[in-house]
């Protein structure tokens, strides 16, 4: 049989972009890591973040030192993200690694920082996982990317990460603050 050389060239190519397709799509769902959200963060009952009775940091959202390490936990809800939205940025410090906790109080909301590869699902009733490290100190966006209602295109917020040292200083400023206001409470009384 004789096949024309105009022919070959182009079942050549043709082969080369279908071998090139599948690479890229392989390359897509298990290269660079991305899955459902894992169950690592385990389940909780969605009612109960809503009422804030989890009994667990939920309750109480923000960032926390366990087992020395920055786990910033937060809730979701139409339309903000407690903490993160309007005059509450999360506040991370630069260098360490922080993991989020994030669940949702009501429906499916997302979680992305803006310039990271932090992003996630928010599902009612489980607990997303993420862990990162900021090496740049700076305000980064976050938002919601899970169409989650009439306002939804108005949910975000901000992740504020300092450097190391004035974070510290935040802290005792924030601890200091708390100290003097339970004082203050005591002497009113
Ligand atoms: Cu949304």
């Avoid at 009952?45 to 939920?58: C, D, I, K, L, R």
Wanted: one cysteine or more; hydrophobic letters at 40%.
């Amino acid at each position: 049989m004789q096949v024309h050389r105009f022919e070959k060239v182009w079942l050549g190519a043709a082969i080369l972009l279908i071998v090139g397709f599948i690479a890229t799509i392989a390359y897509g769902s298990v290269g660079v890591g991305v899955g459902m959200v894992g169950d690592s963060g385990g389940q909780i009952s969605a009612e109960a973040v809503q009422n804030g009775n989890t009994g667990t940091q939920f309750d109480d959202p923000g960032v926390v030192k366990e087992d020395g390490q920055y786990v910033v936990y937060v809730v979701a809800r139409q339309f903000q993200f407690s903490p993160g939205t309007g005059d509450t940025p999360i506040r991370v410090p630069a260098g360490e690694n922080v993991t989020f906790r994030v669940t949702s109080a009501d429906v499916v909301h997302g979680f992305s920082v803006v310039e990271t590869n932090i992003n996630t699902m928010v599902i009612p009733g489980q607990v997303s996982e993420v862990s990162a490290r900021f090496n740049e100190p700076g305000t980064y966006g976050l938002i919601c990317h899970e169409y989650c209602g009439a306002a939804h295109h108005t949910m975000g917020g901000s992740v504020e990460v300092v450097p190391p040292e004035e974070y510290d200083m935040q802290q005792e400023n924030i601890d200091q603050s708390a100290d003097d206001a339970q004082a203050q409470e005591e002497a009113d009384q």
